[in-house]
């Protein structure tokens, strides 16, 4: 491991294709976006972890300016935008007093300004600078468009859905009875002690293992002159 990503590791730990929009409301140099390690193209400064493709990612494409977005809110570390295929039902941020079952909610996503692939290639203070701008930012989409309610939803991998791998976080506004989600509409059942007992003590040792690891390789570092 390289002396930065070593460094980085232990700063970690000790920090708590739709329609493009109308003109003049793109992003770019001119609206506002700002630049980061990302317009750097492919180097492993400008991926985060080392993986992935800044180059090509749309997400990184915005942020540089090369791409247009709906951007609502901007800081050092994150950017807000509107999905460009939004999911639920409901009614847009344009025109939140006309409720129509077929006009999409405008929701949102929260993006690193940094490129990483997914939450767990994310560092955690980048994870934690994501995260504390939910209640601000969610509390301004629900009186936007008009609701009460919001799911946060993140995609990590393929198989939950992840289309575009580039951290981001889904903030998804909520009426009662859009039926967003098939899921809602399922019975649960009780849990059962000696079904999961085994995936319990599973889990907590991939926990101490990683913990373990986290601390050895910190201790490592500080001991090397």
Excluded at 192 to 213: A, F, H, M, R, Y
Aim: glycine content about 8%; hydrophobic content about 35%; some cysteine.
């Amino acid at each position: 491991m390289s002396p930065p990503r070593r460094l980085a590791v232990l700063c970690s730990h000790l920090r708590a294709d739709g329609s493009a929009p109308p003109a003049g409301e793109q992003s770019g140099a001119a609206g506002g976006v700002s630049t980061s390690a990302c317009a750097s193209g492919g180097g492993a400064a400008a991926r985060g972890d080392g993986g992935g493709d800044s180059a090509s990612c749309v997400f990184c494409r915005i942020i540089r300016g090369e791409a247009p977005a709906y951007k609502v809110y901007e800081d050092d570390v994150c950017l807000c935008i509107l999905d460009s295929h939004p999911l639920a039902p409901g009614c847009t941020l344009a025109f939140a007093s006309c409720y129509s079952p077929l006009t999409p909610y405008r929701h949102s996503l929260i993006i690193p300004k940094c490129h990483f692939p997914s939450l767990e290639a994310t560092p955690p203070h980048v994870v934690a600078a994501m995260c504390s701008k939910v209640p601000f930012l969610s509390n301004a989409i629900m009186k936007a468009t008009e609701c009460d309610s919001f799911n946060l939803v993140v995609n990590n991998g393929a198989a939950a859905g992840q289309v575009i791998f580039h951290t981001h976080f889904h903030i998804i506004p909520r009426r009662s009875g859009d039926k967003l989600w098939p899921t809602e509409s399922f019975r649960r059942r009780s849990i059962e002690p000696n079904e999961t007992s085994g995936l319990v003590s599973c889990i907590k040792e991939q926990l101490c293992s990683t913990l373990e690891g986290s601390k050895t390789e910190a201790s490592s570092l500080l001991k090397e002159p």
